[in-house]
């Protein structure tokens, strides 16, 4: 019989253990009501902490994933098809011409995004600075005067293309640029003004630029 | 307001379905949670895919570990959201260049990120206020671990502190907020 927990319970609580302690945890629990009830009574305080975050929509892909790899059918997998045959007779309608919908579909959606964005607000722009090694690469930031987004436009990308920013001193990843035959772009919403944007490929720099928000 | 442990008969419900596995147990349990759930794991993972993932892996091990949850702990919800928390903050911890590897490969899904929407306001101002009243010290702790997503090192060599420090004034901390939260606002 392990030992009764002490100011564990809130660790746990607050996701502060490693793996290896919560595991040891947790097969305590399995035999001992009252840690339980120190575990749980650290966890409803943590969950009121989670008010303090915002809720996020997880896709509807998500759920279905899910369910269906916890075996669960029924209701979500009888929607799943009406949705796959109502797709598939809009592609026999269209004359296949859209049977690329998946990536194609997430691409336009990007780039709608993009241009509906930069239409609705107000925006900078900086080139960016190339280093050796970059080959050809031409790179211009466009970005928002309050900061709420950048959008990253790359030419002669040559390649994949990481895009990070550096946040009150912090760096913050923004992805990976999205790229269109040897172009590449990126639409970032950073959780706060970013002071500069930096491109990289396997970890080397190619090009970064500092955000003059004027 | 403050129902931190009176749970609502839906709640108990969703829990008891979940408990014996009744076929639409996770399903429900989904529907109910997951916007709460997907956003603690948003923000230790800072974007959607990860944060899917994670929601997906902590979700299926605890519907196919039998009597992962037990009523006797306290809500199914408050269980989930600390499941979800760990298995983000192991990932964020844990992860490296592995985590970073796939978080820039969804950008794609950086990208179609629906705006987040805030957390019902009431609640949160009341929280903020129990904050508020603890002593700093624990405010901080309870800080670098909650919201800035710090590891028990990080936060003793960002204030200075022995380990174990750390980890008494953590436990001290939440169990002071939990006082607090008990406290009628004035
Ligand atoms: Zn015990």
Same mark, same amino acid.
């Given at each position: 019989?392990?030992?009764? $927990?002490?100011?564990?319970?809130?660790?746990?609580? $607050?996701?502060?253990?490693?793996?290896?302690?919560? *595991?040891?945890?947790?097969?305590?629990?399995? /035999?001992?009501?009252?840690?339980?009830?120190?575990?749980?009574?650290?966890?409803?305080?943590?969950?009121? !902490?989670?008010?303090?975050?915002?809720?996020? /929509?997880?896709?509807?892909?998500?759920?279905?994933?899910?369910?269906?790899?916890?075996?669960?059918?029924?209701?979500?997998?009888?929607?799943?098809?009406?949705?796959?045959?109502?797709? *598939?007779?809009?592609?026999?309608?269209?004359?296949? *011409?859209? !049977?690329?919908?998946?990536?194609?579909?997430?691409?336009?959606?990007?780039?709608?995004?993009?241009?509906?964005? !930069?239409?609705?607000?107000?925006?900078?722009?900086?080139?960016?600075? /190339?280093?050796?090694?970059?080959?050809? $690469?031409?790179?211009?930031?466009?970005y928002a005067r309050d900061g709420?987004?950048?959008?990253?436009?790359?030419?002669?990308?040559?390649?994949?293309?990481?895009?990070?920013?550096?946040?009150?001193?912090?760096?913050?990843?923004?992805?990976?640029?999205?790229?269109?035959?040897?172009?590449? /772009?990126?639409?970032?919403?950073?959780?706060?003004?970013?002071?500069?944007?930096?491109?990289?490929?396997?970890?080397?720099? !190619?090009?970064?630029?500092?955000?003059?928000?004027? | 307001?403050?129902?931190?442990?009176?749970?609502?008969?839906?709640?108990?419900?969703?829990?008891?379905?979940?408990?014996?596995?009744? #076929?639409?147990?996770?399903?429900?349990?989904?529907?109910?949670?997951?916007?709460?759930?997907?956003?603690? +794991?948003?923000?230790?993972?800072?974007?959607?895919?990860?944060?899917?993932?994670?929601?997906?892996?902590?979700?299926?091990?605890?519907?196919? =570990? #039998?009597?992962?949850?037990? #009523?006797? %702990?306290?809500?199914?919800?408050?269980?989930?959201?600390?499941?979800?928390?760990?298995?983000?903050?192991?990932?964020?911890?844990?992860?490296? %260049?592995?985590?970073?590897?796939?978080?820039?490969?969804?950008?794609?899904?950086?990208?179609?990120?629906e705006p987040v929407e805030p957390?019902?306001?009431?609640? +949160? +101002? %009341?929280?903020?206020?129990?904050?508020?009243?603890?002593?700093?010290?624990?405010?901080?702790?309870?800080?670098?671990?909650?919201?800035?997503?710090? =590891?028990?090192?990080?936060?003793?060599?960002?204030?200075?502190? #022995?380990?174990? =420090?750390?980890?008494?004034?953590?436990?001290?901390?939440?169990?002071?907020?939990?006082?607090?939260?008990?406290?009628e606002p004035r």
């Amino acid at each position: 019989m392990s030992a009764h $927990l002490d100011d564990d319970a809130e660790l746990y609580a $607050l996701g502060l253990l490693e793996p290896e302690s919560r *595991a040891r945890i947790d097969a305590h629990l399995a /035999t001992c009501d009252a840690c339980l009830r120190l575990v749980g009574e650290a966890e409803e305080t943590a969950l009121q !902490l989670a008010a303090l975050l915002p809720v996020a /929509t997880p896709s509807p892909q998500s759920r279905a994933r899910l369910l269906a790899a916890a075996g669960e059918p029924a209701p979500v997998r009888r929607l799943a098809w009406a949705g796959a045959l109502a797709a *598939a007779l809009l592609l026999i309608a269209l004359g296949g *011409a859209w !049977l690329q919908i998946g990536p194609a579909r997430e691409r336009r959606h990007a780039s709608e995004l993009a241009v509906a964005t !930069l239409v609705h607000s107000h925006f900078l722009h900086e080139a960016m600075e /190339t280093r050796a090694g970059a080959g050809g $690469l031409a790179a211009k930031v466009v970005y928002a005067r309050d900061g709420s987004w950048f959008y990253v436009l790359v030419d002669r990308a040559g390649g994949e293309i990481d895009v990070d920013a550096t946040i009150a001193g912090r760096r913050w990843l923004a992805g990976a640029a999205l790229r269109e035959g040897d172009t590449a /772009t990126l639409l970032a919403r950073p959780p706060a003004r970013a002071d500069s944007v930096e491109l990289s490929r396997d970890g080397n720099v !190619l090009a970064s630029v500092r955000l003059r928000y004027r | 307001m403050a129902d931190s442990r009176g749970l609502s008969r839906d709640d108990d419900a969703l829990a008891a379905d979940f408990i014996a596995r009744r #076929p639409d147990g996770l399903s429900r349990v989904y529907e109910r949670y997951a916007a709460l759930l997907a956003g603690v +794991a948003g923000h230790v993972l800072g974007e959607r895919a990860a944060a899917e993932d994670c929601l997906h892996d902590a979700l299926l091990r605890v519907w196919q =570990t #039998p009597d992962s949850y037990r #009523p006797e %702990r306290g809500s199914l919800r408050a269980f989930l959201v600390a499941c979800v928390r760990n298995e983000a903050m192991s990932r964020l911890r844990g992860g490296g %260049r592995r985590v970073e590897r796939e978080r820039r490969a969804s950008a794609l899904e950086t990208v179609t990120l629906e705006p987040v929407e805030p957390a019902d306001p009431v609640d +949160a +101002a %009341r929280v903020r206020a129990a904050l508020a009243r603890l002593p700093g010290e624990q405010r901080l702790v309870i800080e670098s671990a909650y919201f800035d997503n710090l =590891t028990q090192a990080q936060i003793a060599a960002r204030l200075g502190l #022995p380990l174990g =420090t750390v980890k008494g004034r953590v436990a001290l901390a939440l169990r002071k907020l939990k006082v607090e939260l008990a406290v009628e606002p004035r």
